[in-house]
């Protein structure tokens, strides 16, 4: 996992900038949006955000670093539940 | 195939919020977190890193894996509704990657539809065709599936109400192509682990 985490951004940043990334979802809502002639699906992500890591970015740090320290991130909530949930159940059955 | 909020109505969001609540308290009476709650975690840090990488089809569109065949042959539909449920709440709460608003349809095509189907699929052709080629099977149809899904959903605005003709063809085609990628993954991380780690295959 630390490995994936490490070389993410080739294909999260890098490969993604040199295709112009854009997903399936993406294109079935400009479509829409064209035959509509008017904005029925408008991504308002960026009007409401809540996170200084939106789109796997870290505010001060470029692309591909900020993509790896993403992946740390979301790698160590899940260390910490594993602790948590796991390790508290470990703690009980010694007890008990 | 993150839904990002903007793109469903209040009543659909409404809605997609009710299943993905009402099928997550079916699922939890019918799981087995207890016996599999270190798998379930690990499980989802894997997908969680998995999903990062984007797999680019030149010319095209790109996608990211999902996991959810690959989640339910390792632990079962109803367990790989939490490890999906996992990935998705902490890509939406902390990297803003999938909707708040539309996170009922993101883990309905993701771990409702993309488990079932990929575990129905390996199900059913396991016996014929093998481990590698039943769960290369599995993760291109529940990919395919799920996206065809979440194509209708972003069709259905009642604003428009017949974007689902554009929007579930193009998903649907999409998804299919690019579901080879997810098939070939599904298909090689469970025959290896058939060989090398036969206990942690559930199916």
């Not at chain 2, 009543?11 to 299943?19: E, L, M, Y």
């Not at chain 2, 989802?44 to 990488?53: E, H, K, N, S």
């Not at chain 2, 016996?127 to 194509?151: E, L, N, Y």
Request: hydrophobic residues 55%; glycine residues 10%.
């Amino acid at each position: 996992m630390i490995a994936l985490a490490l070389i993410s951004p080739i294909f999260g940043v890098w490969l993604a900038n040199l295709i112009n990334y854009h997903e399936p979802l993406d294109v079935a809502a400009d479509l829409i949006n064209q035959a509509a002639n008017r904005t029925i699906l408008n991504d308002t992500r960026y009007q409401m955000n809540w996170t200084p890591f939106i789109d796997y970015t870290v505010p001060g740090l470029p692309d591909w670093a900020g993509y790896i320290v993403s992946a740390f991130i979301g790698l160590a909530i899940y260390l910490v539940l594993y602790m948590a949930l796991v390790g508290r159940r470990g703690r009980v059955k010694r007890t008990s | 195939m993150h839904i990002p909020d903007g793109y469903l109505d209040p009543i659909s969001a409404g809605v997609t919020w009710a299943i993905m609540l009402a099928y997550g308290y079916y699922a939890y009476r019918h799981s087995e977190l207890q016996k599999y709650m270190e798998l379930v975690l690990s499980l989802a840090a894997a997908i969680f890193v998995a999903q990062m990488l984007n797999w680019p089809i030149p010319g095209g569109t790109s996608l990211h894996m999902v996991g959810g065949a690959l989640a339910a042959i390792l632990v079962g539909p109803f367990n790989a509704f939490f490890v999906l449920l996992l990935v998705l709440l902490v890509q939406a709460l902390v990297f803003h990657d999938g909707g708040i608003t539309t996170l009922g349809a993101n883990v309905i095509n993701m771990g409702v539809i993309a488990p079932l189907v990929g575990y129905a699929a390996y199900k059913a052709l396991r016996p014929r065709v093998g481990v590698f080629w039943s769960a290369f099977v599995a993760g291109w149809a529940s990919i395919t599936v799920a996206g065809t899904a979440a194509g209708l959903e972003i069709g259905l605005s009642p604003w428009f109400p017949y974007g689902w003709t554009i929007s579930v063809p193009a998903m649907a085609g999409w998804h299919a192509l690019l579901g080879l990628v997810e098939g070939a993954i599904t298909g090689f991380v469970v025959l290896y682990l058939s060989k090398r780690a036969p206990e942690y295959v559930r199916l």
